[in-house]
């Protein structure tokens, strides 16, 4: 891709622009300059207005170069969107470009995946947080204009707020009394008349507190700051790793070292980007950065409105925040001076984006951390194999944090063998034991189970019907208290059935057990205990998930039962008992990445128990005591768990140790979809056979784990190889061809690479 400024003359030269636009386009579109902007301004990382067929879009300008149309279809852009200057810094930009080519997207969804909302639309790239306060004698000058309403109008709202009031607020209260779309123009016009100034900056809210001071480090805190301090500098450490692997249990002081490295980054005048997982982004560890940091903290997530968030990523590109804190996303953030990038909870899933740009923020993070000359710290109680192969190999250093900062003792861990035993739902009775005996103790218990609503499977006891979704190979989820049946695969819902619909048997059993079917059971357990649940259906009203984690830690509710939701990040000091109900779930996924996801989840869920004086007691609900990787991570944590799952997947030829692509389609006729993974297939085989890119597998195709998913059929196809080139090499060979395949006019299909969910 050319980077270069298009010269001054550059259609006369036969230049032209190179503008990437949103569609399904694998590159930039050409185009002439806007007629009426200066060529020294045309720089990449501009927006540009252009025509696309006879729609008008928004562009980014990332090169120029000769043109590839005719000059007769060459079309100019409309108008230039940044003329004060490209709205994506270079290194944003190459990021994008980056990852458009390793992620096989077009380069123009990508770059508008990499800006807010508001810019991929147009807006100006400007902030509203400009005060406005009426000019001393103003009031005396609104009779004179009565002829211009709409300055009449903004005056007026002034006059009430002589305090300043920011353009925000501003555009606000003019949209509700009445849409007054024009009103920055009636403020020019009017400070022109200096009628109107800009007021200074808002003084802080009341209620900031004051920098805290943190704890002192411990030795090896110590040790892992001053590993990363040394690269703080940039490029002048060549050679030194400028990746580290913090690794750390829960409670072992990671944020810690986070804080005092954001210290110094901004302390060298420059910027920390602070990437969590969506569940991670609490409001408890924005205030924790707030009150530690001498700088201004902006948040970045998805679930902002997009002013809120456009305002934040302006910040972030002008220097004015010191502190970048966001999720997945937040990768793309605009730094001026950036200096530090961290990861925290790297082997998050949540880190891969599931649709579209299917990106890995931290891969991203990590990428980009390098091109900046930066370092780039990823921290983790449970790193993921991809990461702990990084350090096998030198790519990354690993630090270490042996213990839990502030002297709490780790959790007991055992292991409860359900064979046999009797049960009370999910609850064995030596687990209830156990819970009451905390509860007696004073202490809180969390249990936790992935499954959500009441029972994952309905049953007629007469006819053997089972509630199943008309569009899914999968049961519907009875969920009692809002008296419905859900697919949790594609969404489709109905009441719950009084009685059979295949014969009206009125006897309906419900099989299995979710969270909220626990939760019943746990409330008649323990009659006076209030049972705080947290899951998705828990928390879907604004504001129930902080009011139930409030009631978690101020005491009131001592037992606390959710999903991976309650497994992570939240600061719940008073949990002496953590408990995984259904370790077997994991244990037996059909995906290779099961047990790994089972061993993070049940480390976490022991990070919750014991973090205070008291100690904790970790229990293991299972009926296979004596699976070896359970087993392992049971004797020897974390570590050997992972040591051994890395050398089963070394055995098996599985990721880290090889490369995958996943091909996915999907259609409403089966023979849609099989006709062309088959036709692709062969593709892929001859390329191999051809013997030009290198040592690649084609595995399949075969039916998607769930086979039927929202009426479609799935099929998939794998593509694995020890390295990242052959796999690369057969994907630029392939790709293009089969964009052109007629079998493709029937199907849809993406390319997931480096797949986090290959069943
Ligand atoms: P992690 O991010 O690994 O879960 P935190 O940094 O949140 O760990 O630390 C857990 C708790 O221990 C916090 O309350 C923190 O203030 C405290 N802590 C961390 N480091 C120290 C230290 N060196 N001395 C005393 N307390 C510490
Ligand atoms: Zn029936
Ligand atoms: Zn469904």
């Known amino acids: 891709m050319t980077q270069e400024v298009p010269s001054a003359g550059a259609e006369a030269a036969g230049r032209v622009l190179r503008v990437a ?13 806007p007629p009426e902007a200066s060529p020294e301004l045309l720089r990449p990382g501009v927006r540009l207005r252009v025509p696309l067929g006879r729609r008008r879009v928004v562009g980014v300008l990332v090169g120029a170069g000769p043109s590839r149309v005719a000059p007769e279809r060459l079309r100019p852009a409309l108008e230039l969107l940044d ?7 270079p290194d944003v930009l190459e990021l994008a470009l980056w990852a458009a080519r390793y992620y096989r997207h077009p380069p123009g969804e990508t770059l508008a995946a990499a800006l807010p909302v508001l810019l991929r639309r147009g807006a100006a790239a400007r902030s509203r947080r400009r005060r406005w306060r009426p000019a001393p004698g103003a009031a005396a000058a609104l009779a004179g204009l009565a002829r211009t309403p709409r300055r009449r109008r903004v005056l007026e709202l002034l006059l009430r707020h002589p305090e300043g009031l920011e353009e925000a607020a501003l555009a606000q209260a003019l949209a509700r009394t009445g849409g007054m779309g ?52 940039g490029r002048e450490r060549a050679g030194a790793p400028g990746a580290f692997l913090l690794e750390g249990v829960t409670g072992s002081g990671k944020t810690e070292v986070y804080l005092h490295l954001a210290a110094e980054a901004l302390a060298r005048g420059r910027q920390v980007l602070v990437l969590v997982p969506e569940i991670g982004l609490t409001p408890q560890l924005v205030d924790r950065f707030r009150r530690r940091l001498p700088a201004p903290v902006v948040v970045l997530h998805s679930g902002m409105g997009d002013r809120e968030r456009l305002e934040a990523w302006l910040q972030a590109r002008s220097g004015e925040a010191g502190v970048v804190l966001g999720t997945r996303s937040a990768v793309f953030a ?13 082997h998050d899933p949540s880190f891969k984006q599931q649709e579209g740009l299917r990106y890995h923020a931290r891969d991203l993070a990590v990428w980009r951390a390098r091109r900046l000359g930066v370092p780039a710290l990823l921290g983790s109680a449970t790193p ?33 063998d359900l064979r046999r035993q009797p049960m009370e739902g999910l609850l064995s009775r030596a687990l209830l034991e156990a819970v009451a005996r905390h509860l007696q103790a004073g202490g809180q218990v969390l249990l936790f189970l992935n499954r959500r609503g009441y029972a994952p499977t309905l049953l007629c006891h007469t006819c053997g019907w089972v509630a199943a979704c008309g569009r899914c190979d999968a049961h519907l989820v009875a969920h009692q208290a809002a008296g419905r049946l859900r697919c949790h695969h594609c969404g489709a819902e109905r009441p719950l059935p009084g009685c059979c619909p295949a014969c009206g048997g009125v006897e309906l059993l419900a099989l299995g057990h979710g969270t909220e079917r626990v939760e019943q059971a746990l409330a008649r357990r323990f009659p006076g205990e209030r049972v705080v649940r947290i899951d ?79 100690p904790g007691e970790v229990l293991v609900q299972t009926h296979h005591p004596e699976h070896p990787l359970l087993q392992r991570l049971l004797r020897e944590g974390y570590p050997g768990f992972a040591r051994e799952a890395l050398a089963e997947r070394r055995e098996a030829g ?65 593509l694995q190889a020890p390295a990242r080139g052959p796999l690369h090499r057969l994907l630029d060979a392939w790709l293009p061809a089969l964009a052109g395949l007629p079998e493709g006019r029937r199907a849809r299909w993406h390319l997931d690479v480096d797949p986090q969910e290959v069943g």
């Open 536 to 614: 998705r259906d828990s928390t879907r009203r604004r504001g129930s998930l902080e009011r139930a984690l409030a009631a978690a830690r101020s005491g009131e509710a001592r037992i606390l039962l959710g999903t991976q939701m309650l497994a992570k990040g939240h600061h719940l000091p008073g949990v002496t008992l953590a408990a995984v109900l259904d370790a077997d779930q994991g244990l037996f996924s059909p995906d290779f990445r099961g047990p790994e996801r089972m061993a993070q989840l049940l480390v976490q869920v022991a990070g919750r128990a014991g973090r205070a004086e008291r």
């Open 182 to 233: 024009r009103w920055r123009e009636a403020l020019r016009a009017l400070a022109a008349a200096g009628l109107v100034e800009l007021a200074g900056p808002a003084s802080p809210p009341a209620g900031v507190p004051s920098l805290e001071a943190g704890p002192a480090l411990y030795p090896e805190q110590e040790v892992a700051v001053e590993a990363v301090r040394a690269t703080l500098e």
């Open 384 to 416: 993921s194999l991809e990461s702990l192969h990084n350090v096998l190999r030198g790519r990354y250093r690993h630090l270490r944090l042996p213990r839990r900062a502030g002297g709490a003792r780790p959790p007991r861990t055992a292991v409860l």
């Open 334 to 346: 605009p730094l001026a001076r950036p200096g530090l990038v961290v990861v925290d909870e790297e």
């Open 21 to 33: 636009v949103p569609g399904p386009f694998p590159e930039p579109l050409d185009y002439a300059p």
């Open 654 to 718: 599985l990721p880290p140790w090889t490369r995958q692509a996943l091909l996915r389609v999907e259609a409403v006729r089966r023979e849609a979809a099989w006709a062309f993974a088959e036709r692709a297939a062969a593709g892929a085989r001859a390329l191999v056979e051809r013997g030009e890119v290198g040592e690649v597998e084609v595995l399949g195709p075969a039916p998607a784990p769930m086979e039927r998913r929202a009426g479609r059929h799935r099929v998939q196809l794998l």
């Open 83 to 89: 003329p004060d200057g490209p709205v994506l810094p």
